[in-house]
């Protein structure tokens, strides 16, 4: 995150130490893009998104449009104190949240 200080005409942001008509704004990146430099040239930067490479290795996408991850959480050791049952529910993997989908899909350029 960055922080920037902009103008506040209205002077409701600033604090006891700042001057009332400047407050610090945070800006988050949430989506990453690279301009072409041959296209900064020509005046016309088209960004470009990028894939979030280690969320593509670990999630696929349905036809459907559903997010499914290729393992559970708590199924990295210690399995031998667990149920039978438990290692069989615990042994497929699982779909995403509806939210948590939604941010996926985004990151993987769907969305």
């Not at 210690?78 to 049952?85: E, F, I, Q, W």
């Not at 497929?92 to 509806?98: D, E, Q």
């Amino acid at each position: 995150m960055k922080s920037v200080l902009r103008p506040d005409p209205a002077g409701l942001l600033g604090s006891g130490r700042r001057p009332l008509h400047w407050a610090v704004v945070m800006l988050e990146c949430s989506v990453l893009s690279v301009v072409r430099p041959e296209m900064v040239q020509k005046g016309q930067a088209m960004p470009k998104q990028k894939t979030h490479k280690g969320l593509k290795k670990r999630v696929r996408v349905t036809a459907k449009g559903k997010v499914k991850r290729s393992r559970k959480a708590f199924t990295g050791h210690l399995m031998s104190g667990r149920s039978a049952k438990q290692r069989r529910r615990l042994r497929s993997g699982g779909l995403l949240a509806k939210a948590e989908a939604t941010a996926a899909k985004r990151a993987l350029g769907l969305g």
